[in-house]
């Protein structure tokens, strides 16, 4: 007897001005039954510059969203159309892969999903692809990560608040204590800029250093909302 096979799920990252989190949200569960995280955030990109990430307002929201991987382009789709993500500064979203998630909450992400023509990443491959840098360090060295990072060549990113909440056994094992009051940076850059950039925070504010920093990187399957959007993520006129 042969087994039901079981749809993967992703992980959908959008970070968009403050506010537009709902609109979002509210698009996005008109095509499926999803669950969504919200977290409070804030730009990095100097006033003086137009960043091409979409992340030059200070104000971020930053949505997390279960969906089925075969709705991945659909979705995406949604969110350009919602917030105009193809208008520089209205925000970006992309998609990471999921290794494993509960399965109460997969099948009820998965379940009854509408049918979707999809490739094997749920879209077309970028030309050039791209990794999300996540650094958590000590807010007292927030100017010095940015600093590195815009050296490294990040044009953008978005800054959260964050607090470390036991960490008593990697500190006893590696000889040095991690923050507790912590910021994170996060970054989309493309991937051949990956290692300077996470090179250049660790540089500045690494374990060593009294920044104590943890730089990690993530594959971005799909994004949009770079200032432009290929038409594979556009509504087509009926």
């Known amino acids: 007897m042969s087994q039901k096979r079981i749809e993967r799920t992703k992980l959908m990252i959008s970070i968009v001005n403050r506010g537009e989190e709902t609109n979002l949200t509210d698009a996005l569960g008109e095509e499926a039954r999803l669950l969504h ?91 050039v692809q791209y990794e999300l840098i996540a650094a958590v360090y000590d807010q007292e ?27 008593e056994g990697v500190e006893q094992f590696i000889g040095v204590r991690i923050s507790h009051e912590s910021e994170i940076l996060l970054v989309v ?14 540089d500045r504010a690494g374990l060593k250093t009294g920044g104590r920093a943890i730089v990690i990187s993530l594959p971005i399957d799909a994004l949009v909302g770079i200032g432009t959007v290929s038409d594979e993520y556009r509504q087509k006129d009926s």
């Open 37 to 127: 995280y919200t977290f409070l955030g804030r730009g990095t990109a100097r006033s003086n510059i137009l960043d091409y990430f979409g992340l030059t307002a200070l104000e971020k929201s930053i949505v997390a969203t279960v969906i089925p991987a075969s709705m991945e382009k659909r979705l995406l789709t949604v969110a350009v159309e919602t917030l105009r993500l193809y208008l520089v500064g209205n925000g970006i979203a992309f998609t990471v892969p999921l290794t494993a998630l509960s399965a109460l909450i997969a099948n009820a992400v998965t379940t009854d999903v509408p049918n979707q023509k999809t490739t094997a990443k749920g879209g077309k491959k970028m030309n």
């Open 141 to 167: 060295f927030s100017d010095a990560v940015l600093e590195a990072a815009r050296g490294a060549g990040a044009v953008g990113g978005t800054l959260l608040n964050a607090r470390t909440l036991s960490a």
């Open 189 to 202: 850059t493309e991937k051949e800029r990956r290692n300077d950039i996470m090179q250049a925070i660790r």
